[in-house]
């Protein structure tokens, strides 16, 4: 029963937070940095992707040019990302929704709706400051 309970736990909003980075003004997250929250390897969630690939047009989802990768890569202090042999694909708020689609594990359903929320509030976030810059002006 533990085990059942532990995959229940929901993650602090900071770990998502973190990883939500900004490419092409667009806010998106990394093919390893969900499947390592969905639980699955990020071969998986890769393949599960391209045998649906209908479902994620270039405003969905992308993969990242050589120049954007390495440029990700050296903002981290140490490298984790060892030797990867293919760009990594990142996915944007839609693309992250349309995952739901694919991968259905319980626990990709439950992190895949934290992610929205967060996606929710961010925006939210961003709209308060607006309006506060504005009412300042």
């Given at each position: 029963m533990p085990e059942e309970r532990n995959n229940n736990l929901m993650l602090p909003d900071e770990i998502i937070m973190n990883k939500i980075y900004l490419i092409r003004d667009q806010k998106v997250m990394i093919d390893r940095d969900l499947a390592e929250l969905y639980g699955v390897?990020?071969?998986?969630?890769?393949?599960?992707?391209?045998?649906?690939?209908?479902?994620?047009?270039?405003?969905?989802?992308?993969?990242?040019?050589?120049?954007?990768?390495?440029?990700?890569?050296?903002?981290?202090?140490?490298?984790?990302?060892?030797?990867?042999?293919?760009?990594?694909?990142v996915f944007t708020e839609q693309g992250v929704a349309m995952l739901s689609s694919v991968l259905r594990s319980q626990q990709a359903i439950r992190v895949n709706i934290q992610i929205m929320r967060i996606f929710t509030k961010i925006r939210k976030m961003l709209t308060d400051n607006l309006s506060l810059k504005l009412d300042v002006e």
């Open positions: 390897d990020t071969k998986v969630l890769k393949q599960q992707v391209k045998r649906n690939i209908e479902r994620f047009p270039g405003d969905f989802m992308f993969e990242l040019t050589k120049e954007e990768f390495d440029n990700l890569r050296s903002q981290f202090v140490t490298s984790s990302w060892g030797g990867a042999r293919y760009l990594p694909m």
